[in-house]
């Protein structure tokens, strides 16, 4: 891993609160990449749900390779994503 990558995965780590962690977001990143990763987690909640990935890329308009990669990570054992999805929906959200 990158030292740049392993920086912000500590500064990410360190952030106590939604709210910190919102305004980090704002101050980091630009509009369109929040909507980028707003998106990439929406597929996955939508694959984690059960969706096909026709019927995800048919309501977000965008391509089935987006979808792919979050359907492989899904489906890989031992999945530290769907061990968060997993947490996720026991509870509560959606």
């Known amino acids: ?7 912000l995965v ?3 780590a360190r952030t106590n ?8 977001f704002q101050e980091i990143f630009t509009p369109s990449e ?10 996955l909640k ?8 026709r019927k995800i890329a048919s309501d977000h308009n965008i391509s089935l390779c987006k979808i792919t990669r979050g359907s492989k990570l899904l489906k890989a054992r ?4 769907k061990k968060v999805l997993d947490y996720f929906y026991e509870n509560g959200n959606r």
Request: proline residues 2%; aromatic residues 10%.
């Open 1 to 7: 891993m990158k030292v740049v990558t392993k920086e």
């Open 10 to 12: 500590e500064i990410f």
């Open 17 to 24: 609160t939604p709210e910190e962690m919102e305004v980090l």
């Open 34 to 43: 929040i909507d980028t990763l707003t998106l990439r987690w929406q597929l």
């Open 46 to 53: 939508d694959l984690y749900e059960g969706k096909t990935q």
């Open 78 to 81: 031992d999945s530290y994503l």
